[in-house]
């Protein structure tokens, strides 16, 4: 991230803004294939920061910097790309499309003050970008639609437009229409006037014919009369029935009201190759889309959880920004994407950086004072330095060595912590292991620097299976983490992730330890015996003193539980640990100079496994509560997968949103390793899921025959 040209051009030096107002931050999202990184790079082209469109099939686009990004062709990660349109600086986000990534749409979302939803005009809306238009609702983020890719074999405006209507719900509607016979332009609804790039772009605007022209006041009067149900005049209304000509300008001005307020939703078609379309987005990007000013900053407090009033994109106010990505650039070393909330960050400055709340992902809680050295605009993987970063604008910071995704950085006068975003849970483990001893430590190093930038990805060193597992999001995700470890000079392998598993007694048994070792010197002396019997699931482990007469000296009664607890760690048959078990000590023999602690610490150890061959040992499995929020359409499915997975379902809900339900059931963790892509595979990427450890069962025998 840290290159300092492209192949097409790195628009010259960056401006850095003074007034929040003229900022705009806006991110696009949408489904993989959608366009969102083509219509990037044609809104930077228009702009004149770059001098022409790279492409994706070419791995010259500006946000697809990264190699893996360039060996999928599809985004994999956020990306931002600033422009200037008349006094305004836009900062688009480019976010991935593909489910994996959803962890990088969060935190564009979380830099954004406005989404642009792209979509396919030959694809329809998926599910996926339905629930993220209703996640982008329930916080009153605003919206707007591009229907790109006009230039598609099988591209359909209207239907596209027609199909996002129905998706999305109110307040959806079309600002401009594509020309009538293959014309290359757009039709204005509200200004009547249509836009020619039969030249290219810029467009030039004109009378539209007759057929144009029909097909405007069509669509005219239902954008009308959505603009004027959200206007505050309340006589516009009484106007427009009374038959009176609405001034473009008012209902212009009502209709980027709304959408600053997040209730009307405009569409507008695009065709990056050709231009169409990119002079009125950016208009609509500057003129409706609110601004910084606009956009409530996320809650904040003092480092200590207590509260520290409201913030707003004050630059003179006190400093709060967030480290919204994380990156690791082999020229520069870490790259943090900040966006700034209050204040003004400045270089050769020292500002603290707070973590808190992300342990259970392999982000210990951090408090560091660091100095900024540099301020960059960032422009895809090139760095262009600033003088300064004020109030909703976005910066690269470099060399900050404990700044974190997600981290808050203030000032050290007074250390602040935002309300974190919320992460999605990787449910997918893949077991990594390193060819050689110089791979182990690479592979350390580089764990660090990927958990550091990637909130989604959680490392787990198992201690009872010895493996190291990564959860990633899914398989697209795995390839990437495990390409960047390689290419950080980590070689390393994947093997069958192992579930730890459970041992205890199916029945109860007696067993015999007998440790005496005599033969010169000081010996060993310890006899004990025990019974043991199973207790019910989850009741852990109890030990017994029955021994009568002294047979057992009291002070090793101690040792020779000891004993058992140590061979329950190890394990019986499979080298599992031991559970739910009652251990009974009711006789033994001692030696009143060779019985000793360590002695009977060995003899109860052997007395359990005495116990172990003469009874019988069985295998526990975890297993977990699912909870799956799906689309009705595949509840049967589901269902039935389920099933052959050994789930009991508990039950079904409805969920609060319409047509979607949630099942609830216990799984064996056994049959959970692959869920995520087999869930995500049945239906379409439309459901999610969440686990939570229950208890271990009994693991049936006919499987239990074939774990090792």
Same mark, same amino acid.
């Given at each position: 991230?840290?290159?300092?040209?492209?192949?097409?051009?790195?628009?010259?030096?960056?401006?850095?803004?003074?007034?929040?107002?003229?900022?705009?931050?806006?991110?696009?999202?949408?489904?993989?294939?959608?366009?969102?990184?083509?219509?990037?790079?044609?809104?930077?082209?228009?702009?004149?920061?770059?001098?022409?469109?790279?492409?994706?099939?070419?791995?010259?686009?500006?946000?697809?910097?990264?190699?893996?990004?360039?060996?999928?062709?599809?985004?994999?990660?956020?990306?931002?790309?600033?422009?200037?349109?008349?006094?305004?600086?836009?900062?688009?986000?480019?976010?991935?499309?593909?489910?994996?990534?959803?962890?990088?749409?969060?935190?564009?979302?979380?830099?954004?003050?406005?989404?642009?939803?792209?979509?396919?005009?030959?694809?329809?809306?998926?599910?996926?970008?339905?629930?993220?238009?209703?996640?982008?609702?329930?916080?009153? *983020?605003? &919206?707007?639609?591009?229907?790109?890719?006009?230039?598609?074999?099988?591209?359909?405006?209207?239907?596209?437009?027609?199909?996002?209507?129905?998706?999305?719900?109110?307040?959806? *509607?079309?600002?401009?229409?594509?020309?009538?016979?293959?014309?290359?332009?757009?039709?204005?609804?509200?200004?009547?006037?249509?836009?020619?790039?039969?030249?290219?772009?810029?467009?030039?605007?004109?009378?539209?014919?007759?057929?144009?022209?029909?097909?405007?006041?069509?669509? &005219?009067?239902?954008?009308?009369?959505?603009?004027?149900?959200?206007?505050?005049?309340?006589?516009?209304?009484?106007?427009?029935?009374?038959?009176?000509?609405?001034?473009?300008?008012?209902?212009?001005?009502?209709?980027?009201?709304?959408?600053?307020?997040?209730?009307?939703?405009?569409?507008?078609?695009?065709?990056?190759?050709?231009?169409?379309?990119?002079?009125?987005?950016?208009?609509?990007?500057?003129?409706?889309?609110?601004?910084?000013?606009?956009?409530?900053?996320?809650?904040?407090?003092?480092?200590?959880?207590?509260?520290?009033?409201?913030?707003?994109?004050?630059?003179?106010?006190?400093?709060?920004?967030?480290?919204?990505?994380?990156?690791?650039?082999?020229?520069?070393?870490?790259?943090?994407?900040?966006?700034?909330?209050?204040?003004?960050?400045?270089?050769?400055?020292?500002?603290?950086?707070?973590?808190?709340?992300?342990?259970?992902?392999?982000?210990?809680?951090?408090?560091?004072?660091?100095?900024?050295?540099?301020?960059?605009?960032?422009?895809?993987?090139?760095?262009?330095?600033?003088?300064?970063?004020?109030?909703?604008?976005?910066?690269?910071?470099?060399?900050?060595?404990?700044?974190?995704?997600?981290?808050?950085?203030?000032?050290?006068?007074?250390?602040?912590?935002?309300?974190?975003?919320? *992460?999605?849970?990787?449910?997918?483990?893949?077991?990594?292991?390193?060819?050689?001893?110089?791979?182990?430590?690479?592979?350390?190093?580089?764990?660090?620097?990927?958990?550091?930038?990637?909130?989604?990805?959680?490392?787990?060193?198992?201690?009872?299976?010895?493996?190291?597992?990564?959860?990633? *999001?899914?398989?697209?995700?795995?390839?990437?983490?495990?390409? &960047?470890?390689?290419?950080?000079?980590?070689?390393?392998?994947?093997?069958?992730?192992?579930?730890?598993?459970?041992?205890?007694?199916?029945?109860?048994?007696?067993?015999?330890?007998?440790?005496?070792?005599?033969?010169?010197?000081?010996?060993?002396?310890?006899?004990?015996?025990?019974?043991?019997?199973?207790?019910?699931?989850?009741?852990?482990?109890?030990?017994?003193?029955?021994?009568?007469?002294?047979?057992?000296?009291?002070?090793?009664?101690?040792?020779?539980?000891?004993?058992?607890?140590?061979?329950?760690?190890?394990?019986?048959?499979?080298?599992?640990?031991?559970?739910?078990?009652?251990?009974?000590?009711?006789?033994?023999?001692?030696?009143?100079?060779?019985?000793?602690?360590?002695?009977?610490?060995?003899?109860?150890?052997?007395?359990?496994?005495?116990?172990?061959?003469?009874?019988?040992?069985?295998?526990?499995?975890?297993?977990?509560?699912?909870?799956?929020?799906?689309?009705?359409?595949?509840?049967?499915?589901?269902?039935?997968?389920?099933?052959?997975?050994?789930?009991?379902?508990?039950?079904?809900?409805?969920?609060?949103?319409?047509?979607?339900?949630?099942?609830?059931?216990?799984?064996?963790?056994?049959?959970?390793?692959?869920?995520?892509?087999?869930?995500?595979?049945?239906?379409?990427?439309?459901?999610?899921?969440?686990?939570?450890?229950?208890?271990?069962?009994?693991?049936?025998?006919?499987?239990?025959?074939?774990?090792?």
């Amino acid at each position: 991230m840290g290159s300092k040209h492209s192949e097409n051009g790195d628009g010259g030096a960056a401006v850095a803004v003074d007034d929040p107002a003229k900022v705009r931050n806006i991110v696009l999202v949408g489904p993989s294939g959608s366009g969102k990184t083509t219509l990037t790079e044609g809104l930077l082209a228009a702009a004149g920061v770059i001098s022409r469109a790279g492409t994706v099939t070419e791995g010259t686009t500006v946000c697809d910097h990264d190699p893996a990004a360039q060996r999928q062709q599809r985004s994999v990660g956020l990306s931002v790309a600033p422009l200037v349109h008349g006094d305004v600086k836009i900062n688009l986000i480019d976010t991935p499309g593909y489910a994996d990534f959803v962890g990088e749409v969060r935190a564009g979302l979380r830099a954004a003050d406005a989404a642009l939803f792209v979509v396919c005009a030959a694809e329809g809306v998926d599910p996926a970008t339905i629930a993220l238009w209703a996640e982008c609702a329930a916080v009153g *983020m605003p &919206r707007a639609v591009v229907i790109a890719r006009m230039d598609h074999q099988r591209a359909d405006v209207m239907a596209e437009i027609r199909a996002c209507q129905e998706a999305f719900g109110a307040g959806v *509607m079309p600002l401009y229409l594509p020309a009538t016979g293959g014309k290359a332009g757009l039709l204005g609804l509200i200004t009547r006037r249509f836009f020619d790039y039969s030249n290219g772009y810029p467009p030039t605007a004109s009378e539209p014919d007759e057929a144009d022209l029909a097909l405007i006041d069509e669509a &005219r009067n239902e954008l009308i009369e959505g603009i004027i149900a959200e206007s505050e005049d309340e006589t516009l209304m009484d106007r427009y029935l009374e038959g009176e000509e609405l001034d473009p300008e008012t209902l212009i001005s009502d209709l980027e009201t709304a959408v600053a307020r997040g209730s009307f939703h405009p569409v507008i078609p695009v065709c990056a190759f050709s231009g169409v379309g990119l002079a009125e987005l950016l208009e609509a990007l500057t003129g409706a889309f609110p601004s910084p000013l606009e956009h409530a900053v996320p809650d904040v407090t003092e480092v200590n959880g207590n509260g520290s009033g409201t913030f707003t994109a004050d630059p003179n106010g006190p400093l709060v920004a967030e480290v919204v990505r994380t990156a690791i650039d082999s020229y520069v070393g870490r790259v943090s994407l900040v966006r700034v909330f209050s204040g003004t960050l400045r270089p050769e400055r020292p500002v603290h950086i707070s973590g808190h709340g992300m342990a259970d992902r392999g982000h210990e809680d951090h408090d560091v004072d660091e100095r900024v050295a540099h301020i960059y605009s960032p422009l895809g993987s090139n760095l262009r330095e600033v003088s300064h970063c004020v109030a909703g604008d976005i910066c690269a910071l470099t060399k900050l060595g404990s700044a974190e995704t997600g981290d808050t950085v203030s000032s050290p006068d007074k250390p602040l912590l935002m309300r974190p975003w919320t *992460m999605p849970e990787p449910l997918l483990p893949v077991a990594v292991v390193a060819k050689t001893r110089s791979d182990e430590d690479a592979l350390s190093r580089n764990l660090n620097r990927l958990v550091a930038g990637d909130p989604t990805l959680r490392l787990e060193r198992n201690a009872e299976t010895h493996q190291l597992v990564l959860w990633c *999001m899914g398989e697209a995700h795995a390839d990437v983490v495990l390409a &960047r470890l390689r290419a950080g000079g980590a070689d390393v392998d994947t093997e069958p992730v192992k579930v730890a598993l459970r041992e205890t007694f199916a029945k109860p048994a007696r067993g015999k330890g007998r440790h005496v070792k005599q033969s010169g010197g000081h010996g060993q002396y310890a006899v004990c015996d025990v019974d043991v019997e199973p207790l019910p699931v989850g009741s852990g482990f109890e030990f017994v003193d029955k021994v009568v007469g002294g047979a057992v000296p009291s002070q090793f009664i101690g040792s020779v539980e000891k004993g058992v607890r140590a061979q329950m760690t190890k394990g019986l048959s499979g080298g599992y640990p031991v559970v739910d078990i009652r251990v009974t000590l009711f006789d033994g023999k001692a030696h009143s100079v060779d019985s000793s602690d360590a002695a009977f610490q060995t003899a109860g150890s052997l007395a359990l496994k005495d116990a172990a061959a003469n009874g019988r040992v069985s295998l526990l499995e975890p297993v977990d509560e699912v909870a799956v929020r799906l689309p009705d359409e595949h509840l049967g499915t589901v269902l039935g997968d389920l099933s052959s997975r050994r789930g009991r379902v508990l039950g079904t809900e409805a969920d609060e949103r319409p047509g979607y339900s949630i099942v609830r059931a216990e799984v064996p963790a056994t049959a959970l390793l692959r869920y995520a892509i087999d869930l995500r595979s049945m239906t379409s990427g439309s459901a999610t899921f969440t686990r939570t450890f229950v208890r271990y069962d009994p693991l049936p025998e006919s499987l239990a025959a074939h774990v090792t």
